[in-house]
Every structure is written in structure tokens, then in C-alpha cells.
């Protein structure tokens, strides 16, 4: 399993840059047997308990000196906090791999794999062609970019449909080189209702304990856009992508809390 993405999948890539997005410390990891790792939660991130469904162990993190050699044959995480589909987001917290760097630094995974671990040609296509991609992108694009105007100047030169278009066009150019890589499986998750985390509904923008509408609104290009991508990237010869609708998952959890075990 190959993930792709920023703090909703990271396992600890930021730890080895010069960024102030970390989670390498208490009270992160409070909750998980290996403590602070540089997970941005208490305990499993979701493709944490994806590889346990699977069977697979955790990918580690790119970063990390020791993700080489036989540990390669796992996956691995490429994952960075702050990290957007556009090269500049999230740029005020310092260094992060950005989807084009993911894309890149797998690249040199794949020459580590046919070079150090000695897997040639037809070899090399049938473990990429099994093996997963799950990619989490838009997030950082909207709360580290285009809803931060002092900072980026992405709201006044795009309106919200013509930024999530933005979004997908260079979504698609690099998932296409990942598919022209060998891998031929991918989850792409979507962006979840991003005006009800805290970050937003303390901004003032909507009334106590409600979340903000507008910003929920403008991420329907984006979800809806990304669901027919993956439609038209199905069409590859041996293509196998799927859509996560992460809006209605976790709008679901917030509609219904007592069904997850929440009063």
C-alpha cells in the first residue's frame, strides 16, 4: 500500500523537515501503542486500520532513513502535513511534500525497488499493478490556501468553481503519472465538510455550535468533480480507481453522533 496525502494520513514524513506542522509529541499518539510518531491524532489514522483489514503492515514514512531495502516490499507513506495538490500550499508552515514532491519521491521508490531490491522488469509491473494507492488531497488547498487571503491570493484570482477545476486538472496530471508509474489500484478520498472542524467554526463566520454553510458549498465542485475523474481515469487499460465520499462519511458521524457512540 502506497499513501499519498497530508495530516489526515501522515505517519511522521514532517518529522525530517524544517516545518512547523509536526505531531511528534503528547498528546498526539496518546492513545496508540507506538505514542507520538508524527500521526496527527490520538490513535490509528484511517489507513492504519485499512492495512490491518488488509492484512498489510503500516507503511512508513518515506522520510524516515530506515524505510528501505525489504522494508520497500510493504508500501509506503509519502504523506506530509500542511501538503496541497498545488506546489504552494500550505507554504507558511515551512517544508512539506507537496503532491507533485509525493509523486516524485515515489518515483524514486520504484528505482529503489528495481535496483536495491532487484526487481526486474515483469516483476516490478506485477507488484505495482497489486499493490494500493490511496491518495488525500484538496484539504490544505481551501483551509491553507484559498479561504487565507491575507496569505495567498487564490480566492481573488479564482472564483470557487474555477479553483476546484484548478484543483483537478492537477489532481489528474499527476495521478496519470502515478498510473504511468505501474500503479493501477487507487483510493482518492474526497474532501470531508471541511466549515465544521474547528479551524472554521471559530473563525466567527456562522453561529455558535453550527458549521460554516458557504464553505461546505463551495467544496461540491470539488467532490463531485473528483467522482467523475474517477470515472473517466477507470477507462485506462487495467485501471482500478474508487471514490471515497469522505463528506458523507463524517457528515453522517456529525448528523448522527449516537450511532458512532457519541451523546
Do not use: W
Not at 474555477?162 to 483510493?187: D, E, I, P, W
Not at 453561529?207 to 470515472?231: A, K, Q, W
Amino acid at each position: 500500500m502506497f499513501i499519498f496525502g497530508d495530516s489526515l494520513v501522515e505517519v511522521g514524513n514532517n518529522n525530517y523537515l524544517s516545518s512547523i506542522a509536526k505531531s511528534n509529541y503528547f498528546p498526539y499518539g496518546v492513545d496508540f501503542n507506538r505514542g507520538p510518531t508524527g500521526r496527527f491524532c490520538n490513535g490509528k489514522t484511517f489507513v492504519d486500520i485499512l492495512a490491518e483489514l488488509l492484512g498489510l503492515p503500516y507503511p512508513p514514512a518515506f522520510a524516515d532513513p530506515n524505510t528501505a531495502g525489504a522494508r520497500l516490499l510493504g508500501g509506503v507513506n509519502y504523506a506530509s502535513a500542511a501538503a496541497g495538490i498545488l506546489d504552494e500550499t500550505g507554504q507558511h508552515y515551512g517544508q512539506r511534500y507537496s503532491l507533485r514532491q509525493q509523486v516524485a519521491n515515489f518515483e524514486t521508490t520504484v528505482y529503489q525497488l528495481r535496483t536495491t531490491v532487484g526487481m526486474g522488469g515483469g516483476n516490478l509491473s506485477n507488484f505495482l499493478g497489486k499493490s494500493m494507492a490511496v491518495l488525500v488531497f484538496g484539504s490544505n488547498d481551501y483551509i491553507n490556501n484559498y479561504l487565507m487571503p491575507a496569505i495567498y491570493s487564490s480566492s481573488y484570482n479564482y472564483s470557487p468553481p474555477q479553483f476546484a477545476n484548478l484543483l483537478l486538472n492537477n489532481y489528474a496530471r499527476q495521478l496519470v503519472a502515478l498510473y504511468g508509474l505501474g500503479l493501477r489500484k487507487f483510493l482518492l478520498a474526497g474532501i470531508g465538510p471541511l466549515g465544521c472542524i474547528p479551524n472554521q467554526r471559530a473563525s466567527g463566520q456562522s453561529p455558535p455550535d453550527r458549521c460554516v454553510d458557504y464553505v461546505n458549498e463551495m467544496l461540491g465542485t470539488f467532490n463531485e468533480g473528483l467522482h467523475s475523474l474517477v470515472d473517466q481515469l477507470n477507462r485506462q487499460p487495467g485501471a482500478m480507481y474508487a471514490f471515497g465520499n469522505t463528506y458523507a462519511a463524517v457528515g453522517d458521524i456529525l448528523n448522527n453522533p449516537a450511532t458512532y457512540g457519541n451523546v
